[in-house]
């Protein structure tokens, strides 16, 4: 049976554990206040799957959300809030059309989950869904892979096998196996595979993936187009001392954008 990676929350959660989240938050709030926004009071992750970013951000007594379209996603983040008593919403919707029921100062976008904007038709109308949920000078930012990783590599060095464990769960991850690239849609299409092992039993689930590759230029035009946002920063890396740039150091494209108002 194929799966979607993200029926399996704990797994992911696991999978992806090699990030330390504490950090990612600093930074977050770090780049939102060089780019303007003195505090930030509320925020919403998008595209949360199990909440790193939005549990995190409750933790610090900001009001969160997370939206994610995955119903086991949602219900993973929402039992985990629960379990720490945490102020974070969660809601199953897709981050093309959502509404939260207040404006947030931030919203986030973080690893490669931008990428399942799979049109320029996808991406203006996540544009205009996310100035809409922003207050005033609102703050969104967006994590894409650096475009040398797009541009300067062939499908199949885009592909990441890791292998790592915590509480007890070992996971080995094969992301962007079998990955073919279609040049006129941008998209690569690709499979995910993730083994386990958990109270000595092995499973693995395989399903099919597809991510839009986007370089800078294109996406300097889609924001210009939307007349939704500005660009405020560009950063390399999670860190607001590492600027975006063709350097070794520079390995990822974090765009810090404002609402214009
Ligand atoms: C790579 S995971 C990111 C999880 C987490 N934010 C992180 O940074 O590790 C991508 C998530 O985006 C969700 N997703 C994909 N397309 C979506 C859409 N159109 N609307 C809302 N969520 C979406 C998936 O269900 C998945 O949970």
């Known amino acids: 049976m194929a799966y979607s990676p993200y029926v399996l929350p704990e797994i992911y959660e ?18 939102a206040r060089k780019a303007g926004l003195r ?21 610090r007594r900001v009001k969160s959300y997370g939206v994610d379209l995955s119903p086991e996603m ?4 929402r039992r985990k809030c629960a379990e720490e008593k945490l102020d974070c919403t969660t809601l ?31 991406i203006l109308a996540h544009f205009d869904s996310v100035a809409d949920n922003l207050v005033d000078q609102g703050i969104y930012i967006a994590e894409l892979p650096h475009p040398r990783d797009v541009f300067d ?13 915590k509480d007890g769960l070992k996971v080995h991850t094969e992301w962007g196996i079998d990955r073919t690239f279609d040049p006129i849609t941008e998209v690569d299409s690709e499979t995910v595979k993730m083994t386990y092992e958990k109270d ?18 294109l996406i300097r035009a889609l924001i210009r187009l939307s007349n939704r946002f500005e660009i405020a ?25 404002r609402k214009i108002t």
Not at 94 to 121: E, I, W
Not at 233 to 257: C, E, H, T
């Open 153 to 165: 590599s062939s499908p199949d060095e885009r592909n990441f096998i890791w292998d790592i464990e």
């Open 233 to 257: 920063a560009a950063y390399g890396d999670i860190n607001v001392n590492q600027p975006f740039d063709n350097s070794k150091k520079a390995w990822r494209m974090i765009l810090v954008l």
């Open 39 to 59: 505090h930030v009071r509320s925020m919403v992750e998008l595209g949360c799957g199990p909440g790193q970013y939005c549990r995190e951000f409750a933790r």
């Open 74 to 77: 949602v219900a993973y983040t």
């Open 92 to 122: 199953e919707e897709d981050f093309r059309q959502f509404k939260l029921p207040h404006p947030v100062d931030l919203a986030v976008c973080m690893m490669a989950t931008f990428g399942y904007l799979l049109s320029n038709d996808d």
């Open 14 to 31: 696991v999978a992806f554990s090699f990030r330390d989240y504490g950090l990612a938050v600093d930074f977050l709030q770090e780049a």
């Open 200 to 217: 000595g039993r092995t499973e693995t689930v395989a399903g099919p993936d597809h991510i839009r590759n986007v370089g800078y230029g």
